[in-house]
């Protein structure tokens, strides 16, 4: 690339890109899900069709209490407290509560990132049943002042469920009641129904969780795109911010030092908000693709005698352009992943390049 002064060379935006990635990773936060329900609601199913990582496998769980087992992967910032082999009988429904009621306060006297962010109470909506116990448990819950949702599990008709309209007219005092399916149903060779209600369920969690939990959760959920896409924009409109400071008394065009720092930046963070493990080695060719066509454009309004804060809207301009086609390929790239349709890595990289070659020409 150009000279010292004006541009980073590709092992410098490599190192800034990695060091910039590793740094978000540990500035996500920290998000604690307590899973509760009866022994096959599907807890497992709904967990690991929601999260990217496999949270829930049976048998690795550590356990926490005689009935609560703690889930977790390496860097990923879910921590998932379950009750496998849950019966709402006697002695042991009365000894899951205390110990439940126990690890939820415990938690709390910790820093926040400790504290169990939200309960998904889990219901089997075939089984057709709310039971007292359940009821009475989510009342409890309720006054720990801890966010509940209950999730009717397995839910096939959503618009013709007996059971959630029961369980709503009891107009507990809980965040939502979410029906879902978190896999589909073959129900005939021709006839399937698809998994649905996941999305709803992410968005409303997301709605109710303190900000040290939501960026985590929001980033391991594979499910709805559209609130990642929008989690990810947050983070654009600070680097376009700081691209305007930076572009202005550093460089009259697009690839100065200062700018190009702050894009490489954005360009990890944007990439690890979205749950993307890409390396450098894929992106940095698309930005220097990207930089490019940009130089021209900005030296045409960055002639002598031109006042330099011609120089802030197009660092600023281009920045936010850069990023917009960053995440329009990311979308496209991360729901082709639900559908199953994996898309290349050289299609996003087109994707990517004719997207901002597209808005700058705009």
């Not at 309209?165 to 979410?178: A, T």
């Not at 979308?331 to 290349?344: F, H, P, R, V």
Request: glycine share 6%; charged share 20%.
């Amino acid at each position: 690339m150009a000279d010292n002064n004006t541009s980073y060379s590709n092992e410098q935006l490599r190192d800034t890109f990695n060091k910039e990635y590793e740094s978000f990773a540990k500035e996500i936060g920290q998000c604690n899900i307590l899973l509760l329900g009866k022994t096959g609601v599907g807890k497992s199913t709904l967990l690991n069709a929601v999260f990217t990582k496999q949270l829930a496998i049976t048998g690795i769980g550590k356990p926490i209490t005689q009935d609560i087992q703690q889930y977790s992967q390496p860097n990923c910032p879910i921590t998932v407290y379950d009750s496998p082999g849950l019966e709402l009988t006697g002695r042991v429904i009365k000894r899951l509560k205390e110990d439940v009621a126990r690890l939820i306060s415990d938690q709390r006297k910790l820093p926040i990132q400790n504290h169990i962010h939200f309960v998904w109470f889990c219901i089997h909506e075939q089984l057709g049943r709310f039971e007292d116990a359940e009821e009475e448990w989510i009342k409890d819950l309720i006054k720990q002042e801890v966010p509940v949702i209950i999730v009717l599990t397995q839910t096939l008709d959503p618009k013709n469920s007996k059971l959630l309209d029961f369980i709503k007219e009891q107009n507990l005092p809980v965040d939502d009641v979410i029906p879902v399916l978190a896999k589909p149903v073959q129900i005939t060779d021709y006839i399937e129904i698809p998994a649905h209600g996941l999305a709803h369920l992410v968005k409303v969690t997301a709605s109710v969780l303190p900000e040290v939990a939501r960026k985590a959760f929001i980033k391991e959920q594979k499910v709805n795109i559209d609130l990642k896409i929008s989690e990810a924009e947050k983070y654009l409109n600070v680097y376009v911010a700081g691209a305007a400071v930076a572009g202005s008394p550093i460089s009259w065009y697009f690839g100065g030092l200062a700018v190009a720092g702050a894009q490489t930046a954005m360009i990890a963070h944007l990439t690890a908000m979205c749950g993307l493990e890409f390396k450098s080695s894929f992106l940095v060719p698309i930005y220097a693709a990207c930089a490019s066509v940009s130089i021209p454009t900005l030296i045409a309004v960055s002639i002598p005698g031109i006042d330099s804060w011609l120089g802030v809207p197009a660092a600023a301009i281009m920045t936010y352009l850069m990023g917009k086609a960053l995440l329009v390929g990311y979308e496209k790239y991360l729901k082709a992943q639900i559908t199953g349709n994996e898309m290349s890595k050289s299609e996003l990289a087109k994707i990517i390049i004719d997207s901002y070659k597209k808005s700058l020409r705009e």
